[in-house]
């Protein structure tokens, strides 16, 4: 009967994950494109120059948020659920009080990269015309607004409450753009202008867009729990009073705060400033380096080349780590041995989804590359075409394909891992960030921007292999389950889809040549034909489907 039950909870917590990840797409989707469409309007009327300046202050946003919350959320999802707690009303308490301390640690963290940002900008000659003060305080405003929401969103992914999750997070996202584009619409220069007057007014208006985005998300996560959260079933038992949202014990007698506990989310910090080097070491390189006209290029190119990655891949990560952290996550440090139910279910999710990356970076290779040009004079005009946009999206392109595939992996290892195997990840990742950092300047240096995309082409490869052998030596060797093969996850695509996929990037390479850039005519007929080319590329994979039907 025990076993039985166990069964049924880790079948249920795959259901709910599923489901949750169903829920954050098809929300996601409505969102994004909505926001695509301001965004596009955005950048249409923004100079490069302004966009760069964006960029930059871009920066001390997502360094100091990852650097404050990206090690505590990992942790929290290694933890059970309130419900199969011991004692639910600490736990809930616990969760509070950690976000509030995390709140401590993002101040530290904002004022260093504060200074950071400070000298970055008294050493640069391109920032010393512009007065920036006004627009790098109101950008500091919003950082440490956005850190009030923390104890809520990590309640929030004990639960699982997926949808409510991505709700507040696209509503943050559409009201900002849309605040930013009115304020650009009713300025004088409508963002175009760049005088270094007419560049710190568009810069005032970013940042301004930046605070409502933070005031969104607080006002989303508070409103909601205070409004219902003694409605939700998970927190009946333990959130009674609106003061409880507050740091406090639990439970008589209890300490606020379990340090033995707490202290181990500080042991994924080293990794989390890892990733940090690894995702955003570019901008310290491009800051540095680049002129403000470059830097704007890049975001642009970054912004709809990681469309996908934002849409898709961000998604697909969480719920694979909440689900394999759930399922296999007590068998790190082998506290306990998993189920075969639970290998059974975690397999089969690899599997899947690395097909399914598998295919979509096939399909952004082979029509990605050639059409970027394309995309661009349609999304933005010829001021972007006329730029170094073009080449830098069909680099990203490649880029893409890459991190889909490390990202998931990267994901069963910080889910499923032991410490040692985390301190082992640790120094891969480190040595990876010293050779993508050296490799980024030097590229940097003989390819231009271009040189920064190609580096991080190099380092996701390297991560990637890293992790596959992780999962086939942990899992496969170690539980001999025969699921675990990664040769499964190639041969369950047929290579007609592949070789159709060749001949498709074959005639996509070129028709670039045959058709001049700044026609119309040609970009229609050049679409035209790129659509039956995708038609055939989906006809493959129809092909091996009926031909090798999966289970």
């Not at 505590?72 to 950690?98: C, E, G, H, M, W």
């Not at 009201?175 to 007014?201: D, H, K, V």
């Not at 709809?304 to 790190?332: I, N, Q, Y």
């Not at 190609?454 to 539980?479: E, L, P, Q």
Request: one cysteine or more; proline letters at 3%.
């Amino acid at each position: 009967n025990r076993a039985r039950q166990v069964m049924a909870n880790e079948r249920a917590l795959f259901k709910k994950s599923v489901s949750g990840f169903t829920d954050i797409f098809s929300l996601n989707l409505l969102s994004k494109a909505l926001t695509f469409l301001l965004n596009v309007a955005i950048i249409r009327s923004v100079a490069p120059q302004a966009k760069g300046l964006s960029y930059f202050f871009t920066g001390l946003v997502t360094t100091t948020l990852f650097l404050q919350r990206e090690a505590l959320r990992l942790f929290v999802q290694r933890q059970k659920p309130l419900n199969d707690t011991p004692d639910p009303p600490k736990s809930f308490a616990r969760l509070i009080t950690y976000g509030w301390l995390a709140l401590v640690w993002g101040i530290l963290i904002t004022v260093i990269a504060s200074i950071w940002v400070t000298y970055q900008m008294s050493e640069s000659k391109q920032y010393e015309n512009i007065s920036l003060f006004t627009p790098f305080l109101l950008y500091v405003v919003a950082v440490l607004l956005e850190m009030v929401a923390e104890p809520l969103y990590l309640v929030a992914q004990n639960l699982l409450m997926f949808r409510l999750r991505v709700i507040i997070e696209g509503m943050a996202i559409f009201i900002s753009n849309l605040g930013l584009f009115m304020l650009l619409w009713t300025s004088e220069t409508q963002g175009r202008g760049t005088t270094p007057a007419q560049l710190r007014s568009t810069s005032i208006s970013f940042a301004v867009s930046q605070i409502i985005h933070s005031l969104v998300i607080v006002v989303g996560y508070f409103g909601y729990f205070l409004l219902k959260g003694k409605t939700i079933p998970e927190l009946k038992s333990v959130f009674k009073r609106k003061r409880q949202l507050l740091p406090h014990a639990g439970s008589r007698g209890a300490s606020m705060v379990e340090w033995n506990d707490f202290s181990k989310s500080f042991s994924l910090w080293t990794e989390s400033v890892l990733r940090w080097v690894l995702t955003e070491g570019e901008r310290l390189v491009l800051t540095s380096m680049a002129l403000l006209s470059d830097q704007g290029a890049y975001e642009v190119v970054m912004n709809l080349g990681s469309l996908v990655a934002r849409l898709v891949f961000k998604l697909v990560e969480e719920s694979c780590l909440t689900t394999w952290g759930k399922l296999l996550g007590g068998a790190a440090d082998r506290r306990q041995q998993p189920t075969r139910e639970a290998l059974e279910l975690s397999s089969g999710l690899y599997i899947l989804v690395l097909q399914f990356l598998l295919l979509l970076g096939a399909v952004f290779v082979v029509f990605g590359c050639p059409y970027s040009p394309t995309l661009l004079y349609i999304l933005y005009g010829t001021t972007w075409l006329e730029s170094s946009a073009p080449t830098l999206l069909q680099w990203y392109c490649v880029y893409v394909f890459f991190m889909g595939l490390s990202g998931t992996c990267e994901s069963f290892i910080r889910a499923t891992a032991g410490s040692a195997d985390l301190r082992r990840l640790q120094l891969f990742q480190m040595i990876c960030g010293v050779g993508y950092l050296v490799g980024m300047y030097f590229f940097n240096t003989w390819f231009g921007c271009k040189g920064i995309i190609i580096a991080n082409t190099v380092s996701m490869m390297a991560r990637f292999g890293y992790c596959a052998g992780f999962y086939a030596r942990r899992y496969f060797a170690v539980h001999k389950y025969p699921l675990f093969r990664l040769s499964t996850v190639f041969t369950g695509i047929h290579p007609l889809t592949y070789l159709c996929a060749l001949v498709c990037a074959g005639v996509n390479v070129l028709l670039v040549g045959w058709l001049p850039v700044g026609q119309s005519v040609n970009y229609v007929v050049h679409v035209g034909v790129g659509g039956v080319l995708f038609g055939l590329f989906g006809f493959g994979g129809a092909v091996q489907q009926a031909l090798h039907p999966q289970p």
